[in-house]
């Protein structure tokens, strides 16, 4: 029998503590633990990037992070990425807009993902954005509306900063 770990964690500027067997994934922890369902389970494997969320800002697989790696740290899902208002971030908004999606399976991984290739700029043209955004699967197909919303994300987001 494992011993369970005592976690902190700030969850969408939420302190939580989590008592969590060692071999809980961050995924799971924020599924089962938190009910924060918004962050998918596609393959549980790093293959899909349905799991994506931010690490101290930075995108990161949940499936392939221990909870107890994010010990300590700040951690951001889609149920986190809106104005504590409502307001959308604009990714959500141009995914809204343009029909970035069909199923919504793949969607708050997507978002997650866009939101950080945008801030690590990688969203200078379609081709660098699709290279960029490749880690996260889409069997609905809605690949060429992401590109769009993200490209138009990408511009409110400059428009914003300035
Ligand atoms: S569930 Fe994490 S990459 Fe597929
Ligand atoms: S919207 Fe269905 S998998 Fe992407």
């Not at 700029?121 to 960029?132: D, N």
């Amino acid at each position: 029998m494992s011993e369970h770990l005592r976690l902190q964690l700030e969850i969408n500027g939420q302190p939580h503590t989590l008592l969590v067997d060692p071999r809980v994934t961050l995924l799971d922890a924020l599924r089962e633990h938190l009910t924060l369902t918004g962050t998918k389970k596609g393959c549980d494997q790093g293959q899909c990037g349905a799991c994506t969320v931010h690490i101290n800002g930075k995108r990161v697989l949940s499936c392939l992070t221990l909870a107890a790696q994010a010990n300590g740290q700040s951690v951001t899902t889609i149920e986190g990425l809106a104005q504590p208002d409502g307001t959308l971030h604009p990714v959500q908004a141009r995914f809204l807009e343009h029909d970035a999606f069909q199923c919504g399976y793949c969607t708050p991984g997507q978002i997650m993902s866009a939101a950080a290739c945008i801030s690590e700029g990688h969203a200078g043209s379609p081709e660098e954005i699709r290279e960029y955004m490749s880690g996260n699967l889409c069997r609905c197909g809605a690949y060429p509306n992401i590109v769009e919303a993200i490209q138009q994300a990408a511009v409110d987001l400059s428009q914003e900063a300035t």
